[in-house]
Nanobody, 121 residues
Framework: QVQLVESGGGLVQPGGSLRLSCAAS????????MGWYRQAPGKERELVAG???????NYADSVKGRFTISRDNVKKSVYLQMNNLKPEDTAVYYC???????????????WGQGTQVTVSS
């Protein structure tokens, strides 16, 4: 069984910062891409940022220059540092990992339970 557990959400004023964390656990052979998505009320889930095991991260245009994604392959964790937060960043943020449970497995996508980020004065 694979689990992704997020932490770090909360309420912050505009211009503030938050750091989200996500740790993967269970039977994991390898993790390809890890990423963060978000879903605001009445909107579709969208990619915020993704980072491969080796390589360059990619970001949604709306967060470039404000958010930074990073990962620790030993800890099987991914992080999202969010600076200069805006009210439009308010959403439930979901951790995602594309991984293989063993050497014979195909790549499967797993999701965390989500963490609420609210940006409001």
């Amino acid at each position: 069984q694979v689990q992704l557990v997020e932490s770090g959400g909360g309420l912050v004023q505009p211009g503030g910062s938050l750091r989200l964390s996500c740790a993967a656990s269970g039977s994991i052979f390898s993790i390809n891409v890890m990423g963060w998505y978000r879903q605001a009320p009445g909107k579709e889930r969208e990619l915020v940022a993704g980072i491969p095991e080796i390589g360059v991260a990619n970001y949604a245009d709306s967060v470039k220059g404000r958010f930074t994604i990073s990962r620790d392959n030993v800890k099987k964790s991914v992080y999202l540092q969010m600076n200069n937060l805006k009210p439009e960043d308010t959403a439930v943020y979901y951790c995602n990992a594309d991984l293989r449970r063993n050497s014979f497995d195909r790549v499967r996508s797993y999701w965390g339970q989500g963490t609420q980020v609210t940006v409001s004065s």
